[in-house]
């Protein structure tokens, strides 16, 4: 397993990464409706029913057959199932979502309604309809998401509407998480040539946006190959990727290359042409099943393990799932934007909601946090080109929560 190559370019490693993962997506499994949030739709998610299986009223009123006024002959709530409009000028009083019965004619809302002396119901119907019919929303067999769709709590809502108890979906893979380097400290202040581990706090939680779900987290490891190696292989025991922060280079204690050696790896991608992100890898390792499993060799540096998970394991992530391989949005440029030379430059950016036009951070070296901290994401500048004002270029967008900037 030879460590000496070229870089390839940042779109050919994002390609490669997710193509690795598809190979290796997840097998299907039935799960119970509720537990399916952040699962991926394994098949089509198609209609059992109508929606709605039965005509209902959209509002609290009367349901009434021909001219009024009407006589009332009951009351429809919903839950139950009415007996028809038998006569012209009868009515019976019904509730929103409530089936509508048979041999009515229209819906008259409770606050367009009045009553006679003897009890009769008046009113004047309004011209748009006030129930829905079967079929309105979907009809029973219509695909209404395809395989791949992740699934939310609103797809687990619509799935239940639709009659389902479980869902065919692949579960998140799950990761874990090795810090590599002595000189780190996981509590405390800096100093005395020590710095504070800035991901192993972190990449966990931009794992689990990007899909995973996160698992053993060990750190800092000793900066020895049999602690590397002993580490890498206990992650393999629960672990369907392993991230690893710093060691990606050569030297005297960058450990990484030769426990993958050790391990059996294979490279799926060993070198990016991106700034910041120098050097990153993604390698398969066999697991103690002899499934092959990933590690993600992210670097040091905190912004630059950063543009290591946007490059890498986004895309891997998307493909272990079975989702569609991502395709980037397109943003345009506030400002200028250098480019790297011969390397794609990925270059922090905050993005107006409204008209998508973005903006560079500032302090964005890479072994900064503060610009990432304030960004949304990523310019792309591609090799060769610089980002000049007004240019539309691809975004590489961060994951955010629910409720976040856009």
């Not at 895309?315 to 980037?328: C, F, K, T």
Request: charged content about 15%; proline content about 11%.
């Amino acid at each position: 397993m030879s460590t000496e190559t070229a870089p390839v370019s940042w779109a050919e490693a994002r390609s490669l990464a997710y193509t690795a993962g598809l190979a290796a997506a997840q097998p299907a499994v039935r799960v119970p409706l509720a537990e399916t949030d952040g699962h991926t739709l394994a098949e089509p998610l198609t209609t059992l029913t109508d929606l709605p299986a039965f005509p209902t009223s959209s509002v609290d009123g009367w349901a009434v057959r021909g001219p009024g006024p009407w006589r009332v002959v009951g009351r429809v709530l919903a839950g139950s199932s009415p007996a028809p409009l038998g006569e012209d000028g009868t009515t019976v009083e019904i509730a929103t979502g409530a089936m509508l019965p048979e041999g009515a004619t229209t819906v008259l809302r409770v606050e367009d309604s009045a009553h006679t002396p003897d009890g009769h119901v008046t009113g004047t119907p309004r011209a748009q309809p006030e129930w829905r019919v079967p079929g309105d929303e979907a009809h029973r067999g219509e695909v209404l998401l395809p395989a791949g769709a992740a699934v939310n709590p609103g797809v687990i809502g619509l799935a239940a509407s639709c009659g389902y108890d479980t869902l065919p979906v692949r579960r998140p893979p799950r990761s874990a998480l090795l810090v590599f380097g002595d000189e780190l400290l996981t509590t405390g202040l800096p100093g005395a040539g020590r710095v504070r581990d800035a991901l192993g706090a972190p990449v966990p939680a931009w794992l689990r946006r990007y899909g995973a779900e996160p698992g053993l987290f060990v750190g800092p490891v000793e900066d020895t190959l049999a602690a590397h190696v002993a580490a890498i292989r206990k992650a393999l025991d629960s672990a369907e990727l392993v991230c690893t922060t710093g060691g990606t280079m050569r030297g005297p204690v960058d450990h990484l290359h030769p426990a993958l050696r050790e391990l059996g790896g294979e490279y799926v991608v060993n070198t990016v042409a991106v700034r910041p992100g120098f050097p990153m890898l993604l390698a398969r390792v066999p697991g103690p099943d002899g499934r092959s499993r990933f590690l993600a060799g992210l670097p040091g540096n905190p912004q630059s393990a950063i543009v290591a998970l946007v490059s890498l394991v986004a895309p891997l992530l998307a493909g272990l799932h079975g989702r569609p391989e991502p395709v980037l949005p397109t943003i345009t440029l506030a400002e200028a934007v250098p480019g790297r030379g011969e390397h794609t430059h990925l270059a922090l950016v905050r993005v107006d909601p409204v008209d998508h036009v973005a903006h560079p951070v500032r302090h964005v070296g890479s072994a900064m946090l503060r610009g990432l901290a304030q960004a949304d994401g990523f310019a792309v500048i591609a090799p060769g080109t610089t980002g000049e004002p007004g240019a539309v270029v691809p975004f590489a967008p961060l994951p955010l929560f629910m409720g976040e900037r856009p």
